[in-house]
Each structure stands twice: as C-alpha cells, then as structure tokens.
C-alpha cells in the first residue's frame, strides 16, 4: 500500500528583498561618497596682464611599450622600421628640431626598438632628447644581468 503525503511540497525559491535592499544600500552609499562639481555662483572677470615669459615649448612624446610597438604623440606607428618611425616623428614635430624630445620605453622593451627610435630621431636632426626613467625604491637593490 501506498501513502502519499497530500502537503504541499516546498520548491526553493530566492527571496528577491534581500537583494533589493543591498543594492538599495549600495546606491545610496555610491550617491553619498561620489564627488560632485561645484560650481562657483560668483561671476568673476579675472584681470588682463601680458605674459613675463614665452610659454615653454612644447614637448615630442615617444613611447615604445614591451611589445616594441611605437607612439608618436597620441598615434601608433604601424610599421617598425626606421622610416616609418622618422615618418611618424616628421608629421608629428613638423619643422622643429629643436624641441624637447621625452622617450618613454618599458624596461622590458627590446633595445633594438629604443635605438630604433633614437637613430631615427638623430637622422632628422633632434638634439634634445631624454630618457623617461622611475626613480629607484627605497632599499631596493639592483639585480645583476643574467
């Protein structure tokens, strides 16, 4: 013989209200902690006065990332050769050669692709240029070459 049991059998089921009000909690913690713009509601004119001194020239930006790949300014060089990146620097400089050149290279980017960079930039004639380096750790160490 066989006995049912006719109560109705619990399903499982996920209680959304707990849920609500966490993200509830949560937005009004995002709301409360997010900085806002504030505006003055002062109209000011700001006095006119000639500038003292020539406004600093600006700056050639290079950048080579680990893969050896190069950035001129805000473009990617397509092409890894040495014309393609004096191309890059020509449109990017324009005429001036005597701006400031800051070549920023990863440390594990191949040396090649950095003296790529630096021999295509003394064909063109730049003469100011530096090497953008991190400054060292406090009691850090230099490791040996392999």
């Known amino acids: 013989m066989r006995i049912r049991d006719h109560r109705a059998h619990d399903?499982?089921?996920?209680d959304l209200v707990p849920l609500i009000d966490v993200i509830l909690v949560l937005i009004i913690?995002?709301?409360?902690t997010t900085t806002f713009d504030v505006r003055s509601t002062l109209q000011l004119q700001l006095?006119?006065?000639?500038?003292?001194?020539?406004?600093?020239?600006?700056?050639l930006n290079i950048?080579?990332?680990?893969?050896?790949?190069y950035f001129i300014g805000d473009r990617e060089v397509l092409h890894s050769g040495v014309e393609a990146v004096k191309q890059a620097i020509a449109d990017a400089a324009g005429e001036d050669r005597d701006q400031p050149v800051m070549?920023?290279?990863?440390?594990?980017?191949?040396?090649q692709?950095?003296?790529?960079?630096?021999?295509?930039?003394?064909?063109?004639?730049?003469?100011r240029i530096a090497i953008a380096t991190a400054?060292?750790?406090?009691?850090?160490?230099a490791e040996p070459a392999p």
């Open 29 to 32: 913690f995002f709301v409360i």
């Open 63 to 69: 950048l080579v990332n680990a893969d050896g790949r």
């Open 11 to 14: 399903e499982p089921a996920i």
């Open 135 to 141: 400054p060292e750790a406090p009691g850090a160490t």
């Open 103 to 111: 070549l920023r290279a990863d440390a594990r980017t191949p040396y």
């Open 47 to 59: 006095p006119v006065a000639s500038p003292q001194e020539p406004a600093p020239p600006r700056t």
């Open 113 to 127: 692709a950095v003296v790529t960079v630096q021999d295509a930039l003394a064909q063109l004639g730049f003469r």
